[in-house]
């Protein structure tokens, strides 16, 4: 997919969420059926050569194409969400933010030992939340495999965050 297509259709928003940031919003893209369609097809091709038994997704907006990729690939799709939101036995993963801590969950019967999992969300800035799904993953006895984000913030340099867990790290636009 050409990423000037994509980059058509991220609207930036100055001063969200707090000034100085300039927040990449891809709602457009989900209000084009097409262009979600490619953006599926785009994450399908970054795995052709993968084993995957299963997609992470990360609350909330790694949900909304992660479960169009889990569907595509006719894979499970698991949920890490923020902690405190999931009903049954969980594992928690504290992670460092700007300013202070945040906490994420996954069901600890969600993975099986020896699974393929790919890590999705819709953007790698840091990678403090991709990194703590994938300690979850670990402990759960999956294999990072690779990571596919829609948009990377490259200026950050998230991806060398997430080396140690898999060096297939793919985004469809960058920053």
């Known amino acids: 997919m050409k990423t000037s297509l994509l980059a058509e259709h991220i609207r930036e928003v100055k001063d969200f969420p707090k000034d100085g940031i300039s927040f990449k919003d891809i709602t457009p893209i989900l209000s084009n059926p097409e262009l979600s369609a490619k953006v599926i097809d785009s994450f399908v091709e970054c795995l ?4 995957v038994d299963a997609i992470v997704g990360v609350e909330s907006r790694g949900f909304l194409f992660g479960m169009l990729l889990a569907n595509a ?3 499970p799709f698991i949920p890490i969400r923020k902690a405190g939101k999931l009903p049954a036995d969980t594992i928690v993963e504290e992670y460092a933010l700007e300013y202070g801590t ?7 019967d969600a993975i099986q030992e ?3 999992i ?3 969300d819709d953007l790698l800035a840091t990678g403090g939340t991709a990194v703590a799904a994938s300690k979850l993953v670990q402990r759960l006895g999956g294999n990072v495999i690779s990571f596919l984000f829609l948009v990377e913030l490259s200026f950050l340099e998230g991806r060398t965050n997430l080396l140690d867990y898999s060096t297939s790290i793919k985004s469809l636009i960058k920053y």
């Open 114 to 116: 020896g699974w393929n």
């Open 73 to 75: 690939l006719n894979v």
């Open 48 to 51: 052709d050569d993968k084993k």
């Open 118 to 120: 790919v890590v999705h």
């Open 102 to 108: 945040a906490k994420v969950e996954i069901h600890t």
